[in-house]
């Protein structure tokens, strides 16, 4: 983790601690880290912030890494020849 990243976690800890009260800081970064594992939209996140979309773009760049993982059904892997279904 960088230290830009640490900063802008810190950034969004107090920004929650700001808008929701003392105590709330944590809570709101893991809604924020949660949000962005739900793939929830920018738009949505930055309402709850009072923020821009492309601030949120930028947390969510500094804070993590997106990835994207798609796996077949069993059944469907089981119709390919067993040499492909290894490989998937």
């Given amino acids: 983790?960088?230290?830009?990243?640490?900063?802008?976690?810190k950034r969004i800890i107090q920004r929650g601690e700001d808008t929701f009260g003392a105590g709330c800081g944590v809570r709101e970064l893991q809604w924020v880290l949660d949000a962005f594992a739900r793939r929830e939209s920018g738009e949505v996140i930055a309402q709850r912030f009072g923020v821009t979309r492309q601030l949120v773009s930028q947390w969510r760049q500094a804070l993590g890494?997106?990835?994207?993982?798609?796996?077949?059904?069993?059944?469907?892997?089981?119709?390919?020849?067993?040499?492909?279904?290894?490989?998937?």
Avoid: F, W
């Fill in 1 to 9: 983790m960088s230290n830009k990243s640490i900063e802008i976690a």
């Fill in 65 to 88: 890494d997106e990835t994207y993982n798609y796996a077949p059904h069993k059944g469907v892997k089981a119709l390919l020849p067993k040499i492909y279904r290894q490989a998937v």
